[in-house]
C-alpha cells in the first residue's frame, strides 16, 4: 500500500531524528574517549529505537532496517559481547554519517533516502564475527581514508577533538 507523507510530517520527523542523531552522535563520542560504558549504551538504545520507529511509520524501510541492526550492535556493545576496538568505533562513526545523510535527503522536496545496505552489511559482518570484548589485538582504525567524506564528517571531527 502506497501513501503520501505530507511535508508537515517530513518536516516533523526530521526534527526529531536530527535529535536522536545528536545523542547517537554523543554517546558515539563518549564510548571512543571513554570505552564501553553501559549506563551510554543503554541511554542511546531509546532514542535509536524511536528512530527506528518513526522512520517505518513514514516509509523509510531501509532506515528503519539499518537503525534495527545499529540497535542489535549496541545491545552487543552493552553486553560485552561487541568490543569497541578502534576498528569498530570507526564503523559506528561512518554508519552514523550514513544515517544522517540518509535522514537529511530523505527531507529534500520528499527525495529518497541513500541506500544503507552497505553500512548494514558492515554492522551484520561485526555481528557474526564480532572480536571478544577484551581483545588487545585490535587493529586501528583506517580513519576513512579511503572513502569519500560525507556530510557531517567534519563536524563529527571537530566535536571528536573538542571534546578531547
Do not use: W
Not at 545491545?75 to 552514523?96: I, K, M, N, W, Y
Amino acid at each position: 500500500m502506497e501513501f503520501e507523507v505530507s511535508a508537515e510530517l517530513v518536516g516533523i520527523y526530521l526534527e526529531d531524528a536530527r535529535e536522536h542523531l545528536a545523542v547517537l552522535d554523543d554517546a558515539l563520542l563518549q564510548l571512543e574517549r571513554a570505552g564501553p560504558a553501559p549506563e551510554v549504551v543503554t541511554s542511546l538504545l531509546g532514542p535509536l529505537h524511536t528512530l527506528k520507529g518513526n522512520s517505518g511509520m513514514i516509509g523509510l524501510i531501509g532506515v528503519k532496517d539499518y537503525v534495527h541492526r545499529l540497535e542489535d550492535a549496541f545491545a552487543r556493545v552493552r553486553d560485552g559481547s561487541l568490543g569497541l576496538t578502534p576498528a569498530v568505533l570507526q564503523c559506528l562513526f561512518e554508519g552514523a554519517s550514513a544515517l544522517r545523510e540518509a535522514v537529511e535527503a530523505a527531507g529534500v522536496d520528499g527525495g529518497k533516502p541513500r541506500d544503507l545496505g552497505p553500512e548494514k552489511a558492515v554492522l551484520d559482518s561485526l555481528l557474526v564475527a564480532a572480536p571478544p570484548a577484551s581483545s588487545s589485538s585490535a587493529a586501528p582504525a583506517s580513519g576513512g581514508a579511503d572513502r569519500p567524506a560525507r556530510p557531517g564528517d567534519k563536524a563529527l571531527a571537530a566535536a571528536r577533538s573538542s571534546m578531547v
